[in-house]
Each structure stands twice: as structure tokens, then as C-alpha cells.
């Protein structure tokens, strides 16, 4: 009823009561306050989400420097060690420095002590290297002086040479004055000569016949003799007759029975090494041709010396007798003369000069002309009244080391180093026969050949000790002799055809028939 | 607008000025920081205010943790009351800006439960809305039927006072509806007429019992006094004491139960003709030892109290279905 309505009145009022008091309540307090703490916090708020913004940057890098410090802590622990390392290092290597001053300062103190040395070194050299010149320039001084000195020494030697033999010719001037003056007293002599002269053939000795004989080709040996100690270097047959003279490096001069083998005499006397053997025609005089620069004559019966010939200056190597006269001996020594001797006056009376030594010599038959072989493979002949060179032929390409005429006189045969043996026309010097042998070498400069005595073989001996045998007209070997062992130095054929004798470097003689 | 509307947007509009000073012993920085001035919706809490003030204070902190509990004159403030009850309980004499103290160390743990910021705050909504469903329906059985995820959009609406946001999540929520024929009417009709909506669950003419979910905050002054403005700070909490006690009455046709009848059932010593309503003092002259309530406060309002009981619960409850009521009395401290 009423009471229901005006309780709802009431409560209508009471609710609009309370709506009125909730907006007023509004306006105090959110509507007044509002909008100001709004306007005041906005920014409060803004910034604290800016703030919150601006947190979360710095927190993001933050912890992004966090990262990078935990990062660098780690190099830097990396660095510290490192470090570390580095100053040990730095510090071992200030020790070494010091040391290496210490070694540089040292050096240097060397080095300039070395350079000292040096230059003092060098001042020497330089003093060495002037005092070198200066004996160098001294040397070709006295080089120079010693050259003229030379020449002047040639010029000398030709000067008295050219004065010896001007000497000589006048010595031979001198002779053959006296000679002349001599002859003319003798008036037999005058015949002879005069007849020679005209026509130079040689005519057989008055005093005698000699015996033609065949001679044999000698093949087997008949006696071995021990003639001499040291070596035999000439032997020789008395004219037709079996009797050898040997002649060696000492002692005496023996003459010995070839067919027994038995020694007859010596002949003493003789000094020095007999180099070459003559004998006169008559078988009285014995010449021999003495390395003591002599020749010695001695009297074969007597056996006693009845000349000793001085005046060579040298070792006379080669001596022949004339077979006409007896009395003139040429001899060939190293002092590049041949000297002609009288046996009857005992002394010189020409003396030839030449320049190469003459090994062999050889009197012709008239006993008027020498035959000289030489060493420089020249065979020259000279007259022995002027003592003048007649010819010169070059006969062989080495020395010459004999010359033996034959019996008739008309061939001459030369040996030489060229190991040819060769068989000269004496009239016209022209060789009529070369002999050679493949065994058959020459042994010395003395090497003597001989021709048979019917002048149809050759006999020369070689270095290997074999004697070898040449028929003249065949021009070949006839016969091989070997019985020595060493070389043969000397062949004879005894004048009546046997035997060949050959003596060798061992002294040894064997006789062949 | 319609008048449950209009009330329930000024509900959930409704903010108060606090001014919020650091306390000086925590005052780290020179000068002190000036106090922040933040306004505080009535049905948030608290620690919801945190985020807004803490940017003021920061740099003026001493090094450590924080721990943050306000004061009122040296009074704790028990942070699961929302902000709104606390000044309508603790200030007599509205105090607009409303001057508190934040203090960042020394959480009073004996007289404060623990408070973790928003979380505790959350837990502690749900918590009261099963309490109020419960009270409500018998079960809470609608309010762990609603997912997870509405729930936190419930919460957040709340937190924000986004009104239009929870009244779409409310249907969610099932909660049985008080019925109040006065809450929809802008006009003295019949009561009635009624208007179609998914609110109401019940079937017409059926005679209810409706239980309301209510707390209830009794402040007792020993003196007398004649103005708001005489009475005395509050000086503990020992001066207040804590009702959790639900309204039932009978939903009964012609009648209409009143406030009045809600406070008489809910504080029945201080009740009869000595209770006044608000802004009416009966300059008796002559005080009772029998307590005698001086002032009701709801929302930050005082009622007639002759107001019906149901459009009060309906228009000013608190988004967690309870109907928050600050008295001061009277009376003998207990």
C-alpha cells in the first residue's frame, strides 16, 4: 500500500541520493585531481618507459661489455704473459749485447792492429817489388854483357885461330925452306919425288914385292885373346904377317902370335889410352896415337921407345905412317889439328887447322896426300907439303869413324855413325859402293873398318859384338862373325889374307879365318 | 544512461589523489625528492601503484633490495584492501590529496602479510572472487571453470578499470545475479517491470533467499565528536576491527530490504534508533555507552539508509563481487 509506495519513494530518493553523491564525490576527488597528476605524471610515466627503454639499452650493452671486458681480460692475461716473455728476452738480450760490445771492441782493436800489419806489409812489398827491378834490370845488364862477352870470346878464338894458322903457315914456310935446302943436297930423292909428282901414280916399293893374296872369307874363330884390361880400342897386323899389335885403355902395347894365340912381346912406354895404331912398311917403327895428347914410336925389335911426339893439346885419336917414305906420321888429335911429324928429325913440321875434329886419318899411297875423316861426316884431303885443303866431300850423315885406303891404293873406305860404310874412288871421290847391315851399328867414334887385303871385302864390327863381312862388288854381306859379346871397336885383316882380328870394349881379341 | 550504469561507472572511475612521500630514512639522494602525486583507482590496490611511484624514488634509494609497504600517520596499510576502502576507512576527514608514506626497506612482517607486487595482488582477487561465488552460489565451481586466460583478462580489465572489457568477460564468469528491480529503472514504475536481460537467471515470482557477499570495516572512536574534522588520526589498526560476514534476506514482495536492515543484521549492538544517517546529527547531547554508528561509507559515499540493500550491491560492489563497507563507531575499543 502506501507504506510499500512511500518506501519505494524512498528508495527512489535514497538511490538518487546516492547517484548525486557519487558524481560530486567524482568532482572531488579523480575529477579535480585528475587531469593535474595526469599532466604531471605523463612525463613521469613516459619516462619511466623511456627510462625503462633506455635500462634495457644499457643492460643489453652492459652485458655486452661484460662480453668484451671478460674478452679483453682473457688477452690481457694472454698480453701479461707475453709480456713477460718479452722483457726475460729484452733482458738476456742486453747481455748479449754487452757481450757483443765487448767481442765488436776487441775486434776492432784487431782490426786495426791487422790494418797496421798490412800497410807495413805492403811498404815492404813495395821496397821488395823496386829492389826486384832494380836486380832484374842488373841481370839483363850482365845478360847483355855476358852475350858480347860471348861474341867477343868467337871473334877472339877465330882472330887466333886465323893467327895460328897464319903461325903454322909460317912455321911451314920455315920448314919447307929448310926442307928445300936439305933436298937439294940429297940428289937421289930428287928423282923419286920428281916422278911422283908428274904423275901421282903410286908405285909399288922398291924394296919389296908385296904378296898378292887372295884373302879368305873368315867365318869361324880361331883364338880368343884377353889382350887388355879395360877394353882394346886399336889393333893393327905387321905388313904380311900374321902378328898382331894391340894396343888398350892402359898398359902396355902387346904384339901377339895370331896363330897361336900366344902373346911375343909388350912394348912399354906408353901412357894413357891407345887410340890408334901405325906401322912403317918395314915393320921396324910402331906408332901409336896415345889419349895423353902424344904418340909414341917405338923400335919393335929393340921394343924400346925411340920417339915420343909432342905437341898435340889434345887426345890424338888417329896416327898413319907413309908407306913410301917410312918416316913422315900424321896424326889427328881433339885439338882440331893433324900434325905431319919426321920420325928421322922427331918433331913436327906441319900442323893443318880445322874446325870439326878429325876420328880417322889416312896417308896415301905416295904418301902425299892426307885423308881425314871427320866428325862432321866430311872426308877432306889435304897435301902435306902446304898443309892446304884439296876437296872436301860430305860423306856421311854422322861423324866419321875410320878411314882405310886399299892395297892398290885407288879405293878408300869410310865408316861413320850413320852406320853406312861407304867405298870412295880416290882419284875421283865419287863412291863406288855403300855397305850397310840392320845389325850392324857403330859402337864409337873410333869404330875402325878395315878392307880385305885383295881389297874385295869390307870388315866392320858392331855395337852388339858382331862382325860383319861385305863383298865390295856385291855390296852385300858375306859373312856374320859373332864370337864377342860386347862391342867391337877395332877390325884388322892381316895383309897375307888371314886372319880378321877384332877387339872388343871388353879387351877381348878374337882372330878368324 | 541508465542509473546502474551511471553508478557503476563512477565505481569504476572513481580515483583518489594520493600524495606519497619517501620515507625520510630511506632518503639517499640531496636534496630529498619531492613526494609523487599519482591517482589511485578506488578498487585497484596498492602494490598495483608501485610501477607509477618507484620511477619518482629510485635514485634516491639506499643500495639493496626492495620491500615496498606504505603508511598512513605511521599505520601500515594492509595492501589487499583496495585503495578506496582504505580512505574511506582510515581518513575521517577526507584528506584530498591523500598523503601517504612508501617505504622501500623494512617490510613490517608482523604486521604486514608478504606482498609480492601485481602477482599477489592477482592471486588475491581470484581468491575473493571464489570466496564471493561461494558466498553466492553455493560452489566456486564457476570461477575454476574459467580459463586461465579469461581469468588473467578479467584481472587485467580490473587492473586497468577497463569497465566495458569485464562486463564482456562477466557472462564467463556465471555469477549468479542479485536480483533488484530498482537497478534498471530511471523512473518511479512499477518495480515490476522488469527488462529482458541475460543477467538475471532466476524465474519470475520465485521468492529467494539472497545471500551477499560483504566485508565489513568498524573503526571505533572512544569520544564522541560533532565534526568529521575532530576526530582523531588513526593510530593503529588494533582500532579497527574486520568483519568477512555475508547479508542473507529474504527477497520478499512489497517489501524491500533497506541498508539499514543490512547494517542492523550486521552490526545488530550499534543498531535501532540510534543510528543516523550521514550528514544528520542528532545533537542528542546525550551518549550512550552502547556504541553508536557515527558513519557508513560506501564507494567513498555516505547513503540514506533507507536506500534498498540490493541496488547498493548491485551498483557499488567491487569488481569481485563483494560490497565493501567502512563504518565508524562509537564505541568501546576491541
Known sequence: GTCFRSQEEKAMEAIKDALRALRKRHLLEEGAHGP?????????????????????????????????????????????????????SLQDKELLINDLEKDLSQTREECTRLQEELEEKTKTLDLLITENKEVRSQLEEMTNRAQKAESENKMLIDRWMLQKMQDAERLNEANALYEEMLAKLKANGLENLARQQVDGIVRRNEDGTDHFVESTIPSTCGHRIHAHEGGCGSILFQYNSRTLFTGGQAGPVKMWDTNSGSLIKSLNGSLGNILDLAITHDNKSLIAASSSNNLFVWDVNSGRVRHTLTGHTDKVCAVDVSKFSSRHVVSAAYDRTIKLWDLQKGYCTNTVLFTSNCNAICLSIDGLTVFSGH?????????????????????????????????????????????????????????????????????????????????EYVAAGSADGTVHVWSISKGSIVSTLKEQTSPILCCSWSGIGKPLASADKNGYVCTWT | ????????????????????????????????????????PRIGYLPLLVPLIKPYFKDSLPPGEDSIWFDYKGVPLKWYIPTGVLFDLLCAESERPWNLTIHFRGYPSNVLIPCEGEDSAKWNFVNSLKEAAYIINGNCK??????????????????????????????????????????????????????????????????????????LYVR?????????????????WDEISYMNRPVEFLKEKGKCFTLRDAMESLLPEYSGDRAQTSGEEEADGSQETRGEIKLVRIQGIELKLEIPFSWVVNNLMNPEFYLHISVLVIGPQR
Open chain 1, 36 to 88: 593535474a597528476i595526469s599532466a604531471l605524471s605523463k612525463p613521469m610515466i613516459s619516462q619511466g618507459s623511456e627510462w625503462k627503454e633506455k635500462t634495457e639499452k644499457l643492460e643489453i650493452e652492459l652485458q655486452q661489455c661484460y662480453k668484451a671486458q671478460s674478452r679483453l681480460s682473457a688477452l690481457l692475461v694472454i698480453e701479461v704473459a707475453e709480456s713477460r716473455t718479452s722483457k726475460a
Open chain 2, 1 to 40: 544512461m541508465a542509473a546502474n550504469e551511471e553508478a557503476m561507472k563512477y565505481v569504476w572511475e572513481g580515483a583518489i589523489p594520493l600524495q606519497i612521500h619517501l620515507h625520510k630514512s630511506e632518503v639517499a639522494s640531496h636534496p630529498a625528492p619531492p613526494p609523487a602525486l599519482v591517482l589511485a
Open chain 2, 220 to 236: 571505533s572512536v572512544s569520544q564522541n565528536f560533532e565534526n568529521l574534522e575532530d576526530v582523531p588520526e588513526i593510530d593503529t
Open chain 1, 375 to 455: 866428325m862432321d861426316g866430311n872426308l877432306r884431303l889435304w897435301d902435306i907439303q902446304t898443309g892446304k885443303l884439296l876437296s872436301e866431300v860430305a860423306g856421311h850423315s854422322s861423324a866419321i869413324t875410320s878411314v882405310s885406303l886399299s892395297r892398290n891404293g885407288n879405293m878408300i873406305l869410310t865408316s861413320g855413325r850413320d852406320n853406312v860404310h861407304n867405298v870412295f874412288d880416290t882419284r875421283t871421290l865419287e863412291i863406288c859402293g855403300t855397305l850397310r847391315a840392320s845389325g850392324n851399328r857403330l859402337a864409337s867414334n873410333w869404330s875402325r873398318s878395315c878392307i880385305s887385303p885383295d881389297d
Open chain 2, 142 to 215: 564457476n570461477v575454476m571453470n574459467m580459463s586461465q586466460s579469461d581469468q588473467e583478462d578479467l584481472w587485467t580489465s580490473v587492473m586497468n578499470g577497463d569497465l566495458d572489457a569485464y562486463t564482456r568477460l562477466l557472462p564467463k564468469l556465471k555469477m549468479g545475479n542479485i536480483e533488484d528491480e530498482f537497478s534498471r529503472k530511471e523512473s518511479l514504475s512499477s518495480p515490476v517491470s522488469r527488462q529482458g536481460g541475460g543477467t538475471e537467471i532466476d524465474v519470475a515470482g520465485q521468492v529467494k533467499t539472497a545471500r551477499i557477499p560483504v566485508r
